[in-house]
């Protein structure tokens, strides 16, 4: 198969919805990070992203929606998650909530979880689709599990090409790291994935502490694996400087090879984090990157950064 490359012109967009609605795959941008998309009332179709990506099966599928109102037709609301959609949707928010027994939604979606984890993306190109497909959309990251998530169409290819039926174009990502993952214990919220909406921001928005997601057991978190996000070449964090044969990422005045953010910007590191992180890993060695500080966005940094430095199990 020859996976198709389309722009957002209006007439791409409208014939990208006539592959998802004849089961194909296509991937589209997103605010975080590209994914890969099907019709999440299609069994074949979902079944294919786990095979095309060598996905665990027992890894569930965010649905997408284009907005908060076609997402009560799939989840039941709690009010802290209502308050949190209200503020952050469109935007880089997964919630994690229960089903509706009248959703109409491929059992493999949610794989074993109790729950189904539903956002609604606010970049253009995604919302365009979404509602030229006029359904849910059940997409992971556009990547091969495990590896460098894809902040590009070039990355999304360099993984996925020919395996997949085609890929939207809407340029870079601007958050640069997926979105930031809510479930909820006894109608309480607790943080599952660090991402593209902060932690501070958050629980201002809850006037409430988040309890932090370390502890999480499988049944909630099963996504969260030791090593992901991660490059063919080694990677080594809070490096202080480079050792030899290294290539340098630098952080603000820590500077290197490249920067994520010279001026010590949070934002912009993780807008560039990944596709820096292709760039240097495409040169084949060792990679060392600079102490990122722990607050704001760059936890969410710091969380990728540290799976994608843990060692390969196999
Ligand atoms: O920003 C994002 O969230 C991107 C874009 C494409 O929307 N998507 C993304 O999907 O990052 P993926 O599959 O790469 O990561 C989704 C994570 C996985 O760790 C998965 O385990 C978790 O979300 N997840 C999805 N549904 C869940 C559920 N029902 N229960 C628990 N975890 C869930
Ligand atoms: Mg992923």
Redesign the pocket.
């Known amino acids: 198969m020859k996976t198709q490359r389309l722009t957002s012109s209006r007439r791409d967009i409208a014939h990208a919805a006539d592959l998802l609605r004849g089961g194909k795959l296509v991937a589209f941008p997103?605010e975080?990070?590209?994914?890969l998309g099907a019709d999440v009332t299609n069994d074949q179709a979902v079944s294919r992203i786990y095979s095309v990506k060598n996905?665990p099966s027992f890894?569930?599928?965010?649905v997408?929606v284009y907005v908060k109102n076609a997402a009560v037709d799939f989840v039941e609301f709690n009010p802290a998650a209502e308050l949190l959609a209200d503020r952050f949707w469109p935007g880089?928010l997964?919630l994690?909530l229960p089903q509706k027994k009248s959703a109409h939604i491929s059992q493999r979606v949610?794989?074993q979880?109790s729950?189904?984890?539903i956002?609604v993306?606010s970049h253009p190109v995604a919302q365009s689709l979404l509602q030229a497909f006029g359904g849910a959309v059940a997409?992971?990251?556009?990547n091969l599990s495990g590896c460098l998530?894809p902040t590009t169409v070039e990355h999304v290819l360099s993984g996925l090409s020919n395996r997949i039926d085609a890929v939207v174009d809407g340029g870079p990502c601007r958050v640069g790291i997926?979105?930031t993952?809510i479930?909820f214990k006894d109608n309480r919220a607790i943080i599952?994935?660090h991402?593209?909406i902060a932690l501070d921001t958050l629980e201002a928005a809850l006037n409430a502490d988040l309890t932090a997601n370390e502890k999480l057991p499988a049944s909630?978190?099963?996504?969260?694996l030791p090593r992901h996000y991660a490059p063919d070449c080694p990677l080594r964090i809070n490096a202080r400087e480079r050792r030899s044969g290294e290539v340098y990422l630098g952080f603000g005045s820590q500077d290197g090879d490249r920067n994520l953010s010279p001026n010590g910007n949070l934002t912009e590191a993780s807008s560039h984090l990944f596709a820096e992180l292709h760039a240097l890993n495409s040169l084949g060695k060792p990679i060392a990157v600079a102490p990122i500080p722990n607050q704001g966005l760059g936890i969410a940094i710091n969380d990728r950064l540290k799976r994608a430095s843990a060692p390969k199990t196999e």
């Open positions: 997103t975080t990070v590209y994914g996905r890894n569930p599928l965010i997408h880089p997964t994690l949610a794989s979880s729950t189904v984890g956002r993306p997409a992971p990251s556009a998530s997926e979105s993952i479930g599952v994935r991402g593209g909630i978190a099963p996504g969260q």
